[in-house]
């Protein structure tokens, strides 16, 4: 009879619950040899949990009928007495997140969300004691980081889309998802703080992605280039509940009488790829220009490795103040839009680009800065709109005019990536997102569920990418050349 050798670097070498193959290996056994485990040979019945088992190691022949398996999970065996054989363990030790959990740990180490999980302090008014559960605290980061990929869907039906087949292994222990309530409940023990610090990994991979190789950097400059990053506010609707309404707030109207409460955050994205590099957020509030300069300067302290002197960054009419313009300028450089009521004091004749230098005053600080003013024809629009940009680039002959007009469409084009997925919905409250193409995830009616699974929703955006951010870069290269702004 031929068999098979078992040799040295056999399957049995294999690490408790690696996959080999990285979970697409398939496994040809000749129909024949797939016998029943059971101690009298009968088939296995319905409801009788066992895997089918090996009969025999002759050689599969061409021709002869063979079964292709797909490798599921590496768990130890449990063989119970009439010969039935299961898995040890259940899905949540052996779930991941596939390619986007491989991109995470290839940048920032293997094991992170179960490091994340195992620092993770459980609230215990809602999961109470230390036994093994049919969830894990790694698990329920993964599903709330899936249901931001799923939408329309509960969390119940992302449990059971992150066991997939799992799910249909025989495991000692019968495992199903849990019910909703329970679900709820681990939601609400592991609390916003796991995702939050996942979300800071993954931004900051993202970022440093981009450090390493932007082969699509969109730049300005001549002699002295510099990468172009957008900033601008965006809103988030949560469902219309107590809790939700007391913590975020609502906006459009003074008495917070709006339909729905909402989330406000401040995206800060490469314009090219326009990959999530930062995200603060906090409530909406009912004063728009108030709420977003709390954010700038969260995102200054949250994000100093963002605003760096290489670095311009677009930013729309809302006014941030002089004060805080003046500090984010010792830092960084901005080419900011400004209102028709912003005033201006020339300073200067106007310079050889058209341009002009012009005095900023407010909060008791007086900056200087370069105005540069340019019609732009708006479809529909018989008469074109003017703009209105200053900069805090002086210089007219490294920084052109025409270049740093050409530059800020990036800032819209920027916009409609981080609109795009940035909020979070739940169908079943019939809430939507404003600025989203398509809604995502589920949210909870608790303010803790609202805050974990918008972070679970930032971090995949800068996840997703930033893998694609450098889709032209060619091993070997140090660096590619960067996207010059042509004049308009």
């Known amino acids: ?12 070498s294999i690490p408790d619950g690696d996959v080999p193959g990285d979970g697409s290996l398939m496994v040809a056994v000749r129909a024949s040899d797939l016998v029943s ?50 898995a040890q363990g259940s899905p949540c030790g052996h779930a991941t997140l596939g390619p986007l959990e491989e991109w995470l740990e290839a940048k920032a180490g293997p094991g992170v969300i179960d490091g994340i999980a195992g620092r993770a302090v459980l609230r215990p008014e809602f999961v109470k004691g230390e036994r093994e559960r049919l969830l894990t605290a790694a698990f329920m980061i993964r599903v709330i980081v899936l249901m931001t990929l799923l939408p329309g869907t509960g969390v119940r039906e992302a449990v059971t889309a992150l066991a997939g087949d799992l799910g249909m292994v025989p495991w000692s222990r019968p495992w199903e998802a849990a019910s909703e309530r329970a679900l709820g409940d681990w939601r609400n023990a592991l609390g916003p703080e796991p995702l939050e610090e996942l979300q800071a990994i993954v931004l900051r991979a993202a970022w440093q ?35 939700n309404r007391a913590m975020h707030g609502s906006v459009g109207t003074s008495d917070d009488s709006s339909p729905f409460p909402c989330l406000r955050a401040l995206p800060l994205n490469d314009v090219s790829t326009r990959s999530l590099l930062g995200m603060p957020h906090g409530p909406a509030g009912t004063d728009k220009a108030a709420a977003e300069q709390k954010l700038l300067d969260a995102a200054m302290r949250d994000y100093p490795h963002l605003f760096t002197p290489d670095r311009i960054w677009l ?27 912003i005033a201006l004091k020339k300073i200067s004749p106007v310079l050889a680009d058209g341009s002009y230098l012009a005095e900023l005053s407010g909060d008791g600080v007086t900056i200087a800065v370069r105005v540069i003013e340019y019609f732009a ?112």
Not at 48 to 75: C, D, M, W
Request: glycine share 10%; proline share 6%; net charge positive.
């Open 1 to 12: 009879m031929h068999v098979y050798p078992v040799l040295p670097c056999a399957a049995s």
């Open 37 to 86: 485990p059971l101690r009298n040979g009968a088939p296995l019945a319905a409801g009788q949990r066992s895997a089918l088992v090996i009969g025999g190691t002759g050689k599969i022949r061409t021709g002869e009928p063979a079964v292709f398996l797909k490798v599921v999970a590496v768990a130890p065996a449990q063989v119970r007495g009439d010969g039935r054989v299961q």
């Open 377 to 488: 024809d708006v479809e529909g629009q018989v008469v074109p709109e003017m703009f209105c940009l200053v900069t805090d680039l002086l210089d007219c002959r490294e920084y052109p005019a025409p270049e740093l007009a050409a530059l800020y469409k990036w800032r819209f084009l920027s916009a409609l990536g981080a609109s795009a997925g940035v909020g979070v919905s739940s169908a079943r409250a019939g809430v939507g997102c404003r600025n989203v193409a398509v809604a995502v995830g589920s949210v909870s009616h608790r303010r803790i569920g609202v805050v974990n699974e918008c972070a679970g929703n930032h971090l995949l955006r800068g996840a997703r990418r930033s893998r694609d951010a450098c889709a032209s870069w060619v091993p070997g290269c140090e660096e590619g050349p960067a996207v010059a702004v042509g004049a308009f």
């Open 315 to 341: 930013m729309d009419r809302l006014w941030h103040g002089t004060a805080r313009i003046a500090r984010l300028i010792k830092r960084t450089h901005v080419l900011i839009r400004v209102k028709s009521d």
């Open 209 to 243: 992605e981009h450090e390493d190789r932007d082969w699509r950097a969109v730049a300005v400059g001549r002699d002295r280039p510099l990468r172009a990053g957008s900033l601008d506010g965006t809103v988030i609707r949560v469902p219309d509940t107590p809790a």
